[in-house]
């Protein structure tokens, strides 16, 4: 099991970046795909990005390919979401997840959930 929380976010406005963290308690992290999803208000929870255990594999949903990218660093137990060029329709709580599939976007496959941290993205 994997404990996830994740920090970053925050008001800024549209053009703008912001980077996300999410830290995994457990020893076992490096054994995990993770992923990022996000929620808006009145929406469902989409997927955002995925990256695999290594690293070396990764998957976007369409909308933020070329403007997001995913990474992690197995030695700190974290998994960063990098977010430039950000736009109103960026808003949303967004949230970790881990999953034993490899960077799968389907949310059913993530057992494991953080809490979210809220991203606004002001025109």
Known sequence: ????????????????????????????????????????????????????????????ADSVKG?????RDNAKNTVYLQMNSLKPEDTAVYYCAASYRVVTPTINQYPYWGQGTQVTVSS
Do not use: D
């Open 67 to 71: 403007r997001f990218a995913i990474s």
């Open 1 to 60: 099991q994997v404990q996830l929380v994740e920090s970053g976010g925050g008001l800024v406005q549209a053009g703008a970046s912001l980077r996300l963290s999410c830290a995994a308690s457990g020893r076992t992290f490096s054994s995990y795909s993770m992923g990022w999803f996000r929620q808006a208000p009145g929406k469902e929870r989409e997927f955002v990005a995925a990256v695999s255990w290594s690293g070396g594999g990764t998957n976007y």
